[in-house]
């Protein structure tokens, strides 16, 4: 992973919000906080959460008695997160490492943390830490995209930065948010941490917009691609933005969009106790 993947700062968490979370984000929002919905928990941490859009979703979806910690490593990410929520006394924020928790052990029901992992560059120890700070009953929920063909705007877009940098193509959307999607390699690391009872469902939903124009500036200005363009002369984003939206439209036209979008649902228990292992999709 190049070290400008985990930076969101600067015009990226407006884009984010703005275009990304309608068009890709929503819908697994409201699906993983519904799965945590179903434990009851009281305490809960949200890792990675970015604009808060899950945290949104879990507001609305937990029991009103429940307490949220939402973190991010990115202080404007959750600056953005605070804004838009509002004060609400259910919600505590921090800035967070997920590789480095600042929590006391066993202090949490859940853990949740949608389309995070993939930018952990030591997930082995981000997923000990997960484990460590929830309780014996415990559950970790997490997303992951999967692979960059079965989403195909991130794809469209990538290729057509490749024939805008031939030799130095700015790769970023392939290699870090599809690039760890190997189910495999994911339960192994969480078996390595001490998890059991893993599961891992693909995710279908459809990412829509009003025109290529929305997907094309959403991922070429909403995520840290914007820093990879940038860093090949700061003049030639909105140049990258428009063959991205060209590629989008020579595909599925120039009126509204609409695709299909795939991801996993991870779930772990933090228990020794139920210790089977099964996979679903
Ligand atoms: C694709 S965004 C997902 C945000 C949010 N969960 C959502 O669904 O919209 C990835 C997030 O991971 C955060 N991040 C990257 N590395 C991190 C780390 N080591 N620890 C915690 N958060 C991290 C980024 O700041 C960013 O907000």
Known sequence: MSETDKVFSGPIPEFYERYLVP??????????????????????????????????????????????????????????????????????????????????????????????????????????????????????????????????????????????????????????????????ILRSGLKGAGFTSISADAVDARSRAPSPWEPALAYVQGTPLRNEVEARGPARLEEATTRASQAIAERFGTAEVDVRIRAYVVTAARSDRDADYSSVG
């Open 23 to 184: 068009l890709i984000f929503d819908p697994y929002a409201r699906d993983i906080a519904a799965r945590v919905a179903v434990a009851r928990p009281q305490r809960v941490l949200e890792i990675a959460a970015g604009t808060g859009i899950v945290t949104r979703a879990l507001v609305s979806q937990l029991p009103v008695t429940t307490q949220i910690v939402a973190t991010d490593l990115n202080p404007p990410m959750l600056e953005h997160a605070k804004t838009l929520i509002g004060q609400d006394d259910k919600i505590e924020w921090k800035t967070a490492d997920a590789q480095n928790l600042p929590f006391e052990d066993e202090s949490f029901d859940a853990v949740v943390c949608q389309f995070g992992v993939m930018f952990f560059s030591d997930k082995a120890r981000a997923f000990k830490e997960a484990r460590r700070v929830l309780k014996s009953s415990g559950q970790y929920y997490f997303s992951v995209w999967d692979k960059i063909a079965n989403n195909e705007f991130a794809e469209l877009v990538t290729q057509a930065l490749e024939e805008m940098f031939p030799n130095d193509p700015p790769r970023f959307l392939a290699r870090t948010p599809h690039g760890h999607n190997d189910i495999d």
